[in-house]
């Protein structure tokens, strides 16, 4: 009897996995459905949070700057405070990137925003005891500047945890869609208007856009730290943490590192070194994405350029006040819109390659433009047409990343790219400001334009399509 009762209890068993198996969509529906619901509410709270934080970074982009430009004519002391918002991508991006890889990542846009409220109410309380000076205004912008290291590297790295693969180029391109309106479109626009409103009620909007965003990150849902491998698993040397489906590989757990539980505050430095290290290789040994970093450098040199003089160029040469020079700036957001609802039909239609190779041109035209003319119309459209490339270029070199990169290792790998190329931006805006004072605006935009020239020959021939298509 006992046989028998195996024998139907085996049977019960085949027929019952038999009809599991027949019916694919009774389990697993149901466990994508449940995980479909967290990961599509945490993309919208990404989006939200996106597009709040960066409209108030447009208007500190914008009001800062001509804040300086009151208070001095020197072109050298304008851009200083424009390199502040920049500089900490130079000083802090490598540490940064470790630490996206090792803490919550929704916690550290918490610190992000909270370092954001505290250095605009630290100027706020300067203009109420009597006003801002030019260092309490490069003080802000350096707090600003660490603040959006943090947030841009964390935000970066959630990217792949809450979007599976296949979603992720629309994913990108509205999230980068986003970014430009608010920041490039929106933002200077606003501030325009805020800062010819006063520069208190400028600086209390900002600070209250902050805590919004703070509070729309209580929506999100699910652990953000990122998922460790073992080492010699297939995320641990370099191949995309995904299955074939695109789902998140299942991580191993690795072995103790000093950095993990315990005391954090007593882990070796050499640990840390060496994650920074294994970033560093990991972008540098991949031919493609070093490249893509190079050029970039390059591309965003110019951007600071572009950004540090323009104020002063707005205001003194062209006699443009300042919601007039938001319009100017608002030609960026409205060009990077333009590249974000476009960017997968001109993937279509020329190729992923050419439509990074847009950046390149539409970079040059915002450089080339200012030297040869001051008109109003010309200088927005240089503006309207690297706006457009700019946003092309991120959606496209944000997939190809996150194609490469292992999940557990984007904040590292972030932190090191954007080293190489958001890094970039104070330096150009330094040096603009110094050429700018030698030998005149005219010469210091067309010796950037120069520089961007130079970078074509080296994409045409690394950044091929049969690279492109190798990259996913």
Known sequence: MSVDAATTSGAAATVSASATAARPGATRAGEAAGAARPRSRNTAVLLVFTAITNLADGVTKIALPLMAAHLTTSPAHVSLVSLTLTAPWLLVALHVGVLVDRADRRRLLWLADGMRMLAVGGLLLALAAGGITLWGLALAGLVLGVAEVIALTSAAALIPAVVPRPARERANALITGTETVANEFCGPFVGGLLVAAGTGVALGATWVTYLAASLVLLLLTGR?????????????????????????????????????????????????????????????????????????????????????????????????????????????????????????????????????????????????????????????????????????????????????????????????????????????????????????????????????????????????????????
């Not at 450089?367 to 047409?385: D, E, G, H, N, R």
């Not at 557990?408 to 110094?434: D, F, I």
């Open 224 to 472: 953000f730290r990122a998922a460790r491998s073992a080492p010699g698993t297939a995320a641990h040397a370099g191949a995309p943490a995904t299955t074939a489906t695109g789902a998140p590989a299942t991580a191993t757990a690795a072995p103790a590192d000093p950095l993990d539980g315990g005391d954090r505050s007593k882990a070796p430095a050499a640990a840390v070194h060496a994650q920074i290290a294994e970033g560093l290789r990991h972008l540098w040994g991949q031919r493609l994405l070093r490249t893509m970093a190079l050029i970039l450098t390059v591309l965003c040199a110019s951007w600071g350029a572009w950004l540090a003089l323009m104020p002063l160029v707005a205001t003194r040469t062209m006699g443009l006040s300042a919601d007039e020079y938001g319009i100017v700036l608002s030609a960026l957001g409205v060009g990077g819109l333009a590249g974000a609802t476009t960017a997968t039909w001109v993937n279509r239609l020329l190729g992923r390659r050419w439509a990074m190779f847009a950046d390149l041109l539409g970079t040059l035209a915002m450089m080339a433009v200012p030297a040869l003319t001051t008109q109003l119309w010309a200088v927005a459209l240089s503006a309207f047409v690297g706006g457009m490339g700019g946003t092309l270029w991120t959606v496209n070199a944000r997939l190809i990343a996150q194609n490469l990169v292992p999940e557990a290792m984007m904040g590292r790998y972030s932190g090191v790219a954007r080293l190489l190329s958001w890094g970039a931006l104070p330096v150009g805006a330094g040096l603009m400001g110094v050429l700018a004072e030698w030998c005149g605006v005219r010469w210091a935009f067309l010796v950037f334009a120069a520089t961007v020239v130079a970078t074509v020959p080296v994409f045409l021939r690394v950044v091929t399509s049969d690279a492109l298509r190798a990259a996913e």
